[in-house]
Antibody, heavy 120, light 107 residues
């Protein structure tokens, strides 16, 4: 059973960089066939797709965040990461990592989510 | 970006009721649509992929249909554990986009 777990600071100051890591267990990122994703949910709001990465390092980013966004993968540690620079209060959200499976390109496994608050 | 519009935004229903939620895409997405269920404080859970395929482990009272621009999720007989918010997501093109959500509330 694949499991994903987000980790990282819960509080980030404005203008700084938000950094999160998603640790994957129960399966290897390097096995191929899956894309490793980030999604966020503003407080009380809907879901927004941030982007995803293949184990080879190939990425797909949401254009609305692309200028501030870096998603990377570390196959040796079986984890992938998100960095979002120059954050503002508008980036306060619950951040989820998830796996894009091979069924209809849908997100079939999700982490529990981590709340990141941007505040001084 | 492809806009996904769900209706209604919320629905009140009783246990045993049949509930249908619709999702409309701003342009054709073939059958590249997924449905998720989210309960408060929890991550979304995949219910349906490719518009009508039931994810493993999901009860058969959930079903999906549609193609092109119009899709629906039906719960044939609402159970207490089904009170939640439901989201559609298009997986046809980038960026992936979600509907705004439909909350199924207890009547």
């Amino acid at each position: 059973q694949v499991q994903l777990q987000e980790s990282g600071p819960g509080l980030v100051k404005p203008s700084q960089t938000l950094s999160l890591t998603c640790n994957v267990s129960g399966g290897s990122i390097s096995s191929g066939g899956y894309y490793w994703s980030w999604i966020r949910q503003l407080p009380g709001k809907g879901l927004k797709w941030i982007g995803y990465i293949y184990y080879t390092g190939s990425t797909y980013y949401n254009p609305s965040l692309k200028s501030r966004l870096t998603i990377s993968v570390d196959t040796s540690r079986n984890q992938f990461s998100l960095k979002l620079s120059s954050v503002t209060a508008a980036d306060t959200a619950v951040y989820y990592c998830a796996r894009r499976g091979d069924g209809g390109r849908a997100l079939d496994y999700w982490g529990q989510g981590t709340l990141v608050t941007v505040s001084s | 970006d492809i806009q996904m519009t769900q209706s209604p935004s919320s629905v009140s229903a009783s246990v045993g009721d049949r509930v249908t939620i619709t999702c409309r895409a701003s342009q054709g997405i073939s059958s590249w649509l997924a449905w998720y269920q989210q309960k408060p404080g929890k991550a979304p859970k995949l219910l349906i992929y490719a518009a009508s395929s039931l994810q493993s482990g999901v009860p058969s009272r959930f079903s999906g249909s549609g193609s092109g621009t119009d899709f629906s999720l039906t719960i044939s007989s609402l159970q207490p554990e089904d009170f939640a918010t439901y989201y559609c997501q298009q997986t046809n093109s980038f960026p992936r986009t979600f509907g705004q959500g439909t909350t199924v509330e207890i009547k």
